[in-house]
């Protein structure tokens, strides 16, 4: 089962949306292990369900679970202001683990 449910929102195969891919899947196995799961969804592709969550700006990342839903705004290169959204600490009993 998987404590992290991830939603990332980018537009196309921009540099910045694959350096916001790559930013993500390298904190997540450092900090997650395998306890997340990550869902990537490209806006030209699929614009409803980015209309439905209302997603004005990408990348964004939309932490579904565990709730409350949170969003980050930007590429995920500032590791601290990503760890400090989605709450990593707190979740996993403070050590990120």
């Given at each position: 089962?998987?404590a992290?449910?991830?939603?990332?929102?980018?537009?196309?195969?921009?540099?910045?949306?694959?350096?916001?891919?790559a930013?993500?899947?390298?904190?997540c196995?450092?900090?997650?292990?395998?306890t997340?799961?990550?869902?990537?969804?490209?806006?030209?592709?699929?614009?409803?369900?980015?209309?439905n969550?209302k997603?004005?700006a990408t990348?964004?990342?939309?932490?579904?679970?565990?709730e409350?839903?949170?969003?980050i705004?930007?590429?995920?290169s500032?590791?601290?202001?990503?760890?400090l959204?989605?709450d990593?600490?707190?979740?996993?009993?403070?050590?990120?683990r």
């Open positions: 089962m998987s992290f449910k991830l939603r990332l929102y980018v537009t196309g195969r921009t540099p910045q949306s694959q350096r916001a891919i930013n993500l899947r390298a904190i196995e450092s900090e997650l292990g395998g997340y799961e990550v869902e990537v969804i490209d806006v030209l592709e699929n614009p409803t369900l980015a209309e969550e997603i004005l990348p964004t990342l939309v932490r579904r679970l565990p409350p839903v949170r969003k705004i930007g590429d995920l500032d590791r601290e202001k990503v760890l959204g989605l990593i600490e707190h979740i996993m009993g403070g050590n990120g």
